[in-house]
């Protein structure tokens, strides 16, 4: 049937008037010879395989061939979407092999080797140089990420490779130096961990002629990258506290106005609440990398919700990676809660432990810089090499402490809250944590010291019955990590969230850490410390009658007396009774 058949059937039984000729069969075309491949066909079904062609006449041979085309390119696209989804689920498995798991729109697959990084081969180099063999999980997802110039929030556990992580990207996309100011801005939340992450930049990107500072000595600072400086400087690691006291200056003593990436480390440290919080300086130093271009990324061993609700609202098309599960301790730390009774059975524990014999390079965690003071001045007669890092030291003394303690100088290191994080001392085999940890966060970070990139490690923490508020939570760490808990530690009564916080914000009154006899102790002639010596017992009395009414001091003060009252009458009652 040709195109003029078709025209009769449709035609039959209608008249044309006489100015319309009935078109004659020479007057058709020759339609199979003109019909082209991308004619614009509509086919009305008549048969089970008859068609008619309507428009531009195609003939039904030519429609099947359009029909195999078509199938063929259906068959085609279906082959495609049947190849992405197995090279989705391919990467998936790979995902979960890697406990890599990932939240965000379009995110770039995990590369499975340096190579698979698109960097320079100088960057590859150097990571090989470091003795990396091949890149950790964070590392496989977090640098295409990057590389794309997507914002992240990635949580990875501890001693993971994360430094590595951020700075192979941003090495990557700075190419070269350039005298336009910092392009690439770190914070850190210690002076020790900007110092350590420094030395990693400076490694990673060997032979690219990056000028890598670090504020330390702020009288120099506030001249060196004034708006008058020559502007040659490409990366800038530091904590936010001295970064913000040269944002401070009238005019700011430095630029910030062409940062590209702005890395956040112990993301969740800096965002933390409290006197020691870091959110103000945050702000300020975001409102001073004022390029619009820049992109964050944040990175933690730990997770926070209010890091993970700013990151939402604040940075467009992010991407969020986890390692493994969130805020657990790495795996690769044997960890162990010991019952040491009383504060000065945590000593006894501790001289216990040592001369069982332990392998240093070993880190003690306590409260206080007081405490990691007295702890010292006892360790330091038992023949350790011992030492003691805090706040109240000088920063030449701190740098002296750390370099020695990397060079096996020094085997025991004091230290509190301040090396719990990022801090990466090679071969940590001991962590003890003679006071207990203010959160489960901490603990986290402490232990993290140990078991670094897969080399394995031990934990030891000391408890008494005044840390029993937060023992449940970091019994369960324990248990989650696979190690050996008592089963009563995880029945223990749980605190509410503010009671929790509370703890966490103030640590626990705790007595002296001394072995030497109070009497000694006290300053002064023998009147004054008989004087001393009655005070202290008669706080201890009232504590403990305190402790036993569960009478507090300061909520009440009419209860109280009225408790008080009832007390000493009952007293007076029973020396009555026993007159009688
Ligand atoms: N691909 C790798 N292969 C082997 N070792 C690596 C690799 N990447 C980093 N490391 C090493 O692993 C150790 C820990 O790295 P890093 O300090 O970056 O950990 P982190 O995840 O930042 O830990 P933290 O949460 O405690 O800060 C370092 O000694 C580092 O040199």
Same mark, same amino acid.
């Given at each position: 049937?040709?195109?003029?058949?078709?025209?009769?059937?449709?035609?039959?039984?209608?008249?044309?008037?006489?100015?319309?000729?009935?078109?004659?069969?020479?007057?058709?075309?020759?339609?199979?010879?003109?019909?082209?491949?991308?004619? $614009? $066909?509509?086919?009305?079904?008549?048969?089970?395989?008859?068609?008619?062609?309507?428009?531009?006449?195609?003939?039904?041979?030519?429609? +099947?061939?359009?029909?195999?085309?078509?199938?063929?390119?259906?068959?085609? *696209?279906?082959?495609?979407?049947?190849?992405?989804?197995?090279?989705?689920? +391919?990467?998936?498995?790979?995902?979960?092999? *890697?406990?890599?798991?990932?939240?965000?729109?379009?995110?770039?697959?995990?590369?499975?080797?340096?190579? /698979?990084?698109?960097?320079?081969?100088?960057?590859?180099?150097?990571?090989?140089?470091?003795?990396?063999?091949?890149?950790?999980?964070?590392?496989?997802?977090?640098?295409?990420?990057?590389?794309?110039?997507?914002?992240?929030? @990635?949580?990875?556990?501890? =001693?993971?490779?994360?430094?590595?992580?951020?700075? $192979?990207?941003?090495?990557?996309?700075?190419?070269?130096?350039?005298?336009?100011?910092?392009?690439?801005?770190?914070?850190?939340?210690?002076?020790?961990?900007?110092?350590?992450?420094?030395?990693?930049?400076? #490694?990673?990107? +060997? =032979?690219?002629?990056?000028?890598?500072?670090?504020?330390?000595?702020?009288?120099?600072?506030?001249?060196?990258?004034?708006?008058?400086?020559?502007?040659?400087?490409?990366?800038?690691?530091?904590?936010?506290?001295?970064?913000?006291?040269?944002?401070?200056?009238?005019?700011?003593?430095?630029?910030?106005?062409?940062?590209?990436?702005?890395?956040?480390?112990?993301?969740?440290?800096?965002?933390?609440?409290?006197?020691?919080?870091?959110? /103000?300086?945050?702000?300020?130093?975001?409102?001073?990398?004022?390029?619009?271009?820049?992109?964050?990324?944040?990175?933690? @061993?730990?997770?926070?919700?209010?890091?993970?609700?700013?990151?939402?609202?604040?940075?467009?098309?992010?991407?969020?990676?986890?390692?493994?599960?969130? *805020?657990?301790?790495?795996?690769?730390?044997?960890?162990?809660?010991?019952?040491?009774?009383?504060?000065? =059975?945590?000593?006894?524990?501790?001289?216990?432990?040592?001369?069982?014999?332990?392998?240093?390079?070993?880190?003690?965690?306590?409260?206080?810089?007081?405490?990691?003071?007295?702890?010292?001045?006892?360790?330091?007669?038992?023949?350790?090499?011992?030492?003691?890092?805090?706040?109240?030291?000088?920063?030449?003394?701190?740098?002296?402490?750390?370099?020695?303690?990397?060079?096996?100088?020094?085997? $025991?290191?004091?230290?509190?809250?301040?090396?719990?994080?990022?801090? /990466?001392?090679?071969?940590?085999?001991?962590?003890?944590?003679?006071?207990?940890?203010?959160?489960?966060?901490?603990?986290?970070?402490?232990? =993290?010291?140990?078991?670094?990139?897969?080399?394995?490690?031990?934990?030891?923490?000391?408890?008494?019955?005044?840390?029993?508020?937060?023992?449940?939570?970091?019994?369960?760490?324990?248990?989650?990590?696979?190690?050996?808990?008592?089963?009563?530690?995880?029945?223990?009564?749980?605190?509410?969230?503010?009671?929790?916080?509370?703890?966490?914000?103030?640590?626990?009154?705790?007595?002296?850490?001394?072995?030497?006899?109070?009497?000694?102790?006290?300053?002064?002639?023998?009147?004054?410390?008989? #004087?001393?010596?009655?005070?202290?017992?008669?706080?201890?009395?009232?504590?403990?009658?305190?402790?036993?009414?569960?009478?507090?001091?300061?909520?009440?003060?009419?209860?109280?007396?009225?408790?008080?009252?009832?007390?000493?009458?009952?007293?007076?009652?029973?020396?009555?009774?026993?007159?009688?």
């Amino acid at each position: 049937m040709d195109a003029y058949d078709i025209f009769k059937k449709l035609t039959k039984g209608l008249s044309f008037s006489k100015s319309s000729k009935t078109p004659k069969k020479e007057n058709f075309p020759d339609i199979k010879k003109e019909a082209k491949d991308n004619d $614009v $066909v509509k086919v009305v079904k008549k048969k089970e395989d008859e068609f008619i062609t309507l428009l531009n006449g195609i003939t039904k041979d030519d429609q +099947e061939n359009k029909k195999g085309k078509k199938r063929k390119q259906l068959d085609e *696209n279906q082959l495609d979407k049947k190849r992405r989804l197995l090279e989705q689920e +391919e990467i998936n498995r790979y995902r979960n092999q *890697n406990s890599i798991s990932v939240v965000g729109r379009r995110i770039p697959n995990p590369a499975r080797s340096f190579d /698979d990084f698109s960097v320079d081969q100088s960057i590859i180099k150097n990571l090989i140089k470091c003795g990396y063999e091949e890149p950790t999980p964070i590392q496989k997802q977090a640098v295409p990420i990057m590389l794309e110039g997507r914002q992240l929030l @990635a949580c990875a556990p501890t =001693g993971s490779g994360k430094t590595a992580a951020f700075l $192979v990207p941003i090495i990557q996309q700075l190419k070269s130096p350039q005298n336009s100011g910092f392009r690439a801005l770190i914070l850190c939340p210690t002076r020790e961990l900007a110092s350590q992450t420094q030395r990693e930049c400076v #490694r990673l990107s +060997e =032979g690219k002629g990056f000028r890598i500072h670090i504020l330390s000595k702020i009288n120099k600072a506030l001249n060196q990258y004034g708006p008058k400086s020559n502007q040659k400087f490409d990366i800038l690691i530091t904590t936010p506290n001295r970064l913000c006291f040269l944002l401070k200056q009238d005019p700011p003593a430095i630029q910030l106005s062409s940062i590209q990436w702005l890395v956040i480390d112990e993301a969740d440290k800096l965002f933390e609440d409290g006197s020691r919080s870091f959110r /103000d300086q945050l702000d300020q130093i975001l409102q001073a990398c004022d390029n619009k271009d820049k992109k964050i990324a944040m990175f933690s @061993a730990t997770h926070t919700p209010v890091v993970a609700k700013w990151c939402v609202h604040n940075m467009p098309g992010l991407v969020r990676v986890t390692i493994g599960q969130r *805020n657990a301790a790495t795996d690769t730390v044997d960890q162990k809660l010991q019952f040491v009774g009383s504060e000065h =059975g945590k000593l006894i524990a501790l001289r216990d432990l040592i001369r069982q014999g332990i392998s240093p390079p070993v880190l003690i965690f306590v409260q206080s810089k007081e405490r990691a003071q007295q702890l010292f001045n006892e360790l330091i007669y038992d023949g350790i090499m011992v030492d003691a890092i805090h706040a109240d030291r000088t920063q030449t003394q701190r740098d002296n402490v750390v370099k020695c303690f990397r060079e096996g100088k020094i085997w $025991v290191l004091i230290c509190t809250e301040l090396m719990a994080r990022g801090i /990466d001392f090679k071969g940590v085999n001991l962590v003890i944590n003679y006071d207990f940890p203010p959160s489960s966060i901490s603990y986290v970070h402490r232990i =993290g010291r140990a078991g670094r990139a897969g080399r394995t490690g031990q934990a030891v923490t000391f408890f008494t019955q005044e840390d029993s508020p937060l023992l449940r939570s970091i019994a369960y760490i324990l248990k989650e990590s696979g190690c050996e808990v008592p089963e009563y530690l995880l029945s223990i009564k749980t605190k509410s969230k503010k009671e929790a916080k509370k703890i966490a914000k103030k640590a626990p009154a705790r007595e002296d850490i001394t072995t030497v006899p109070i009497y000694d102790r006290i300053k002064g002639g023998k009147k004054a410390k008989f #004087r001393e010596i009655a005070k202290r017992m008669k706080e201890a009395k009232n504590k403990a009658v305190h402790k036993k009414k569960k009478i507090n001091p300061k909520k009440n003060v009419v209860e109280n007396i009225h408790r008080k009252q009832k007390i000493s009458v009952k007293k007076s009652d029973k020396k009555s009774k026993q007159k009688n």
